[in-house]
């Protein structure tokens, strides 16, 4: 069965430095992986997502994630935090045509 | 182009009372997943639709069901509510090319609906 694990439930950073949130997979086949956030009170804006070919993914607001097959990682990285980054972060993986999600990370960013 | 929405955004019924929740996905997307987010079972899939046919299901009772329209409209049923049915109602919409797999579900703002 595809799962995905999302091993800390609390990111803190603090503004302008290098953020990763963690996401670890579990599949049978090919992995196909997304990155989802959530603000509060307000429905998934996907980010990314790693399909097949290069192992670096660039996605939306400058956030980019890596791949690792040897590790079997999916983390998420920005390089230069910013408060409005602030939200809920969900790691997920299709099974068919559905989603299974991570528990989700509070990202917390700090002036 | 517009988002997906969703009608309505916010719901109260009481313990054994039947809810119907809509969904409208992003114009040409003719795949429509509905999910249930709560504190304590995080998001879960409920059902996927396709062409007005249930193509994928998850883990849930009965009562919950749904349907696509030709338009590929979507609306989610639970009858029979429980306490334990209070979450947040997202529908996603993709493309659905192929079988789908690889396709980004783009989602709507949610229902929150509350069980009393």
């Known amino acids: 069965a595809q799962s995905v694990a999302q091993p800390e439930d609390q990111v803190n950073v603090a503004e302008g430095n290098p953020l990763t949130v963690k996401c670890t997979y579990s599949?049978?086949?090919?992995?196909?992986l997304f990155w989802y956030v959530q603000y509060p009170n307000r429905g998934l804006q996907f980010l990314l997502k790693?399909?097949?070919?290069?192992?670096l993914v660039k996605g939306s607001y400058g956030f980019e994630a890596e791949f690792n097959k040897s590790q079997t990682s999916f983390h998420l990285k920005k390089p230069s935090a910013l408060v409005s980054d602030s939200a809920l972060y969900f790691c997920a993986v299709k099974a068919g045509t559905a989603l299974i999600f991570g528990k989700g990370t509070t990202l917390s960013v700090s002036s | 182009k517009a988002g997906v929405t969703q009608t309505p955004r916010y719901l109260i019924k009481t313990r054994g009372q039947q809810v119907t929740l809509s969904c409208s996905p992003i114009?040409?997307?003719?795949?429509v997943s509905w999910y249930q987010q709560t504190p304590g079972q995080g998001l879960q899939f409920l059902f996927e639709y396709f062409s007005e046919t249930q193509r994928n299901k998850g883990n849930f009772p009965g009562r919950f069901s749904g349907r696509q329209f030709s338009n590929s409209r979507s609306e989610m049923n639970v009858s029979t509510l429980e306490l334990g049915d209070s979450a947040l109602y997202l529908c996603?919409?993709?493309?659905?090319?192929?079988?789908?797999?690889?396709?980004?579900?783009?989602f709507g703002p949610g229902t929150r609906l509350t069980v009393l």
């Open positions: 996603a919409s993709s493309l659905a090319g192929g079988a789908g797999i690889t396709d980004t579900q783009y």
């Open positions: 114009s040409g997307h003719r795949s």
């Open positions: 790693y399909i097949t070919g290069d192992n």
């Open positions: 599949v049978s086949g090919n992995p196909y």
